[in-house]
């Protein structure tokens, strides 16, 4: 997949060798609703010999126009991203770096510079998606002001129960650890990528080795609590138990936020690895423990827990 960066007004387009069938959006979590909008711009990429491309923006617009913090806020972040775009289909990504004076552009200056001089020749999208400065073109603008250059295909919202599936609803269901219903609205189970690295060795020392993940950053990281998960090592997917939070046992009023998981069947060093983790489902909260025998049974507890949940 070929992923051209462009910032404005510097880094622009200059050649019009391909024609596109474009999906516009940021497309956060990449979830049902914006699988949608891509597999329509890559159906009529297929149908009207196009090639399959995606626009999106690189940081989040709320940074830029509210100051937002970038630190836990992704639900994908870009490489991921990146991959599930690839996996849908998509031959070419143009990231746009979302800058104040992108933010300033008129609706026509964007539809002349991202549309018409990129030669785009069919742009789909969803019925909510802006453009322009303040968000001022609509969908309907942008089929209004084609003159017939491009085509335009508004792709209706999705819904699962009843409800528009959003990034912020799904924002909300990993803030309550409901991984379960992160899956639905995402199609696949939420992940995060890390590297492992040297934690403090309690777990080992209780009989419970685990991988201390530290997720990269800018990561959205679930409730604490304990979850069941896989996680990829080496290519490899393993069954586990994860738990994230601030280890109240051994710490008290710990700021420091882990990800730890006990891979279950697993008996490597993995220091320095590159590993992925998948949430399926949130076993029990967190919680302080009174001794080191009562954790190890709760422990225990959850092992077999996780490991009923992924034998059903």
């Given at each position: 997949?070929?992923?051209?960066?462009?910032?404005?007004?510097?880094?622009?387009?200059?050649?019009?060798?391909?024609?596109?069938?474009?999906?516009?959006?940021?497309?956060?979590?990449?979830?049902?609703g914006h699988q949608a909008v891509i597999k329509q711009a890559v159906a009529t990429a297929k149908e009207k010999?196009?090639?399959?491309?995606?626009?999106?923006?690189?940081?989040?617009?709320?940074?830029?126009?509210?100051?937002?913090?970038?630190?836990?806020?992704?639900?994908?972040?870009?490489?991921?991203?990146?991959?599930?775009?690839?996996?849908?289909?998509?031959?070419?990504?143009?990231?746009?770096?979302?800058?104040?004076?992108?933010?300033?552009?008129?609706?026509?200056?964007?539809?002349?510079?991202?549309?018409?001089?990129?030669?785009?020749?069919?742009?789909?999208?969803?019925?909510?998606?802006?453009?322009?400065?303040?968000?001022?073109?609509?969908?309907?603008?942008?089929?209004?002001?084609?003159?017939?250059?491009?085509?335009?295909?508004?792709?209706?919202?999705?819904?699962?129960?009843?409800?528009?599936?959003?990034?912020?609803?799904?924002?909300?269901?990993?803030?309550?650890?409901?991984?379960?219903?992160?899956?639905?609205?995402?199609?696949?189970?939420?992940?995060?990528?890390?590297?492992?690295?040297?934690?403090?060795?309690?777990?080992?020392?209780?009989?419970?080795?685990?991988?201390?993940?530290?997720?990269?950053?800018?990561?959205?990281?679930?409730?604490?609590?304990?979850?069941?998960?896989?996680?990829?090592?080496?290519?490899?997917?393993?069954?586990?138990?994860?738990?994230?939070?601030?280890?109240?046992?051994?710490?008290?009023?710990?700021?420091?936020?882990?990800?730890?998981?006990?891979?279950?069947?697993?008996?490597?060093?993995?220091?320095?690895?590159?590993?992925?983790?998948?949430?399926?489902?949130?076993?029990?909260?967190?919680?302080?423990f009174d001794g080191i025998a009562s954790l190890k049974a709760q422990i225990a507890n959850d092992k077999e827990?996780?490991?009923?949940?992924?034998?059903?």
């Amino acid at each position: 997949m070929n992923v051209v960066h462009l910032k404005y007004p510097y880094q622009l387009m200059t050649s019009k060798t391909e024609a596109y069938s474009l999906a516009l959006g940021f497309f956060d979590g990449v979830h049902l609703g914006h699988q949608a909008v891509i597999k329509q711009a890559v159906a009529t990429a297929k149908e009207k010999n196009l090639t399959p491309a995606v626009m999106t923006f690189d940081p989040h617009p709320s940074i830029v126009l509210g100051g937002r913090s970038e630190s836990v806020f992704y639900i994908t972040l870009l490489p991921e991203k990146l991959r599930l775009l690839e996996a849908l289909g998509v031959e070419t990504v143009f990231l746009v770096q979302f800058t104040s004076d992108f933010a300033k552009l008129s609706p026509a200056d964007f539809l002349q510079t991202f549309i018409r001089d990129m030669n785009v020749r069919h742009v789909t999208a969803g019925f909510d998606f802006s453009f322009g400065c303040k968000g001022a073109g609509k969908m309907t603008d942008m089929a209004a002001l084609s003159n017939g250059d491009y085509e335009v295909t508004i792709v209706d919202k999705h819904t699962v129960a009843e409800d528009k599936v959003s990034s912020t609803r799904i924002r909300r269901t990993l803030e309550d650890g409901d991984m379960e219903a992160a899956l639905t609205l995402l199609g696949r189970p939420f992940t995060v990528d890390g590297i492992v690295i040297q934690g403090d060795k309690r777990g080992r020392q209780i009989g419970f080795p685990t991988a201390n993940v530290q997720t990269a950053e800018g990561s959205f990281i679930p409730a604490t609590g304990v979850y069941a998960v896989r996680i990829l090592v080496q290519d490899v997917w393993h069954d586990g138990v994860c738990n994230v939070g601030y280890v109240p046992t051994f710490k008290d009023n710990n700021k420091n936020l882990t990800v730890e998981v006990h891979i279950l069947d697993f008996d490597k060093n993995i220091y320095g690895e590159e590993v992925q983790v998948a949430w399926y489902k949130r076993i029990r909260s967190e919680q302080k423990f009174d001794g080191i025998a009562s954790l190890k049974a709760q422990i225990a507890n959850d092992k077999e827990a996780t490991i009923r949940y992924f034998q059903n």
